[in-house]
Structures are given as structure tokens and as C-alpha cells.
Nanobody
Framework: QLQLVESGGGLVQPGGSLRLSCAAS????????IGWFRQAPGKAREGVSC????????HYAESVKGRFTISRDNAKNTVYLQMNTLKPEDTAVYYC???????WGQGTLVTVSS
């Protein structure tokens, strides 16, 4: 069964950091592009970052450039999203997505608040 499972969300103060994980089962992540999306309350889901297959090119939304970093650990079949200098407007449920298979993870909630 193809599956993505996110983890690492939580409550953090403004300026803090979190690292989200997206673990895959049923397929080898390294062979496929993976994206991170987020959905804030009352807003549409938006793209945050993506990474190409085999650790290829990376892309970031303008709102997170310079603060977020996407990466892979092939040994763990996991993609990460390192989020630094978090802002209240980063509060959202974060999802990873494998476009080749059209599958989403269940999401992990990130709350940035003092």
C-alpha cells in the first residue's frame, strides 16, 4: 500500500524552528518528486516547497524562501521540511504529496504563537 505519513508538527513560538518529516511506504521516495503543501484555517491549500527526484531541483514559495529547507534521507525513505524563523502566518496543517501517485499524507499541524 502506498502511503505518506507526516510528523513533527507542534506549537512553537515566533522565531522558532520545527522539522517536519514525510515518511513513505510502498515506494522509494528518491525516485519521485515530493511536495509540501499547507492549509491555514479558512484558506485554500497552497504549495510550500518541492524536491525533484533523486535529490534534484528544489523550489520554494516566496513566503518561505530563505527560511524553509526541503531535503531527503534516502536511507530512511523520508523527506524533511526544516522550518526556521517561523511566523504566526506559517500556522497551518502541513501535508506532503507524491504527484506521481496522487497521494497525500494525513497532515501535521503547525501552530506558531506566543
Amino acid at each position: 500500500q502506498l502511503q505518506l505519513v507526516e510528523s513533527g508538527g507542534g506549537l512553537v513560538q515566533p522565531g522558532g524552528s520545527l522539522r517536519l518529516s514525510c515518511a513513505a511506504s510502498g515506494f522509494t521516495l528518491d525516485y519521485y518528486a515530493i511536495g509540501w503543501f499547507r492549509q491555514a484555517p479558512g484558506k485554500a491549500r497552497e504549495g510550500v516547497s518541492c524536491i525533484g527526484s533523486s535529490g534534484g531541483t528544489t523550489h520554494y514559495a516566496e513566503s518561505v524562501k530563505g527560511r524553509f529547507t526541503i531535503s531527503r534521507d534516502n536511507a530512511k525513505n523520508t523527506v524533511y521540511l526544516q522550518m526556521n524563523t517561523l511566523k504566526p502566518e506559517d500556522t497551518a496543517v502541513y501535508y506532503c504529496y507524491a504527484p506521481t501517485f496522487g497521494i497525500w499524507g494525513q497532515g501535521t499541524l503547525v501552530t506558531v504563537s506566543s
